[in-house]
């Protein structure tokens, strides 16, 4: 999506080799009209499934979600990474690692929110190692609802998240796809690749 990618160049903070701040639009800041094209990019990539169900996880998948979720015209469910008080029903959990926090969360959903007969998309805002996805991965099919595929805002394609959940049969739509970060840079999986045509 090249809006998207326009606005990774311009306002992405590269921290390290594997991680890409972008407070300003899309973590702590955010911007709705962006929010409002990738959720209607998400929507048309996914249109003809038939999904009836948004998951995420809170917080910053909650955005781009909530927005697939308004063109989609489904409700968004988000896991909870700490049990809510009011949380007390029946609860589907996994534990997901934290790639950027270096712990562990069990995350839940309430069993009164996801079916059998939900069809569902997932949503984040980044895809790393892909715990956080598996995890709902995990949820979706504890629910025994269908997964139609996982939409992810940025994907960081060096790291290995990306391959495993395709190696499990599993569609994924990233809108921007990341090479590499180690220059200090953001080199997107398309410059790359013109780069090494030009070779
Ligand atoms: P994974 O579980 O795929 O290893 O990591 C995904 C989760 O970690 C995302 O939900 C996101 O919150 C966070 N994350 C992973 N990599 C980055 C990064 O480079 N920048 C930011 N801001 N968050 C990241």
Do not use: C
Request: no cysteine; hydrophobic share 45%.
């Amino acid at each position: 999506m090249k809006r998207l990618e326009t606005r990774i160049k311009q306002d992405g903070i590269v921290l390290s080799a594997n991680v890409l701040k972008v407070d300003s639009f899309l973590n702590h800041q955010i911007d709705p009209q962006l929010m409002q094209e990738i959720g209607q990019e998400f929507a048309s990539r996914f249109s003809t499934e038939g999904i009836t169900k948004i998951v995420t996880i809170e917080s910053s998948g909650i955005a781009p979600a909530v927005m697939a979720g308004l063109f989609l015209q489904v409700p968004v469910v988000f896991a909870r990474k700490r049990k809510s008080l009011t949380l007390s029903e029946d609860l589907l959990t996994a534990s997901v690692y934290s790639f950027t926090k270096k712990e562990t969360n069990e995350i839940s959903i309430s069993k009164k929110y996801l079916h059998e007969d939900d069809k569902v998309l997932i949503i984040d805002d980044f895809l790393a190692n892909g715990q956080a996805a598996l995890g709902l991965v995990d949820i979706v099919y504890q629910s025994r609802a269908n997964l139609a595929g996982i939409g992810i805002v940025i994907e960081k394609s060096f790291q290995e998240g990306a391959t495993k959940l395709k190696n499990l049969g599993i569609r994924v739509e990233s809108l921007a796809r990341i090479a590499d970060l180690s220059s200090g840079e953001v080199v997107f999986i398309k410059e790359r690749a013109m780069e090494e045509l030009a070779k």
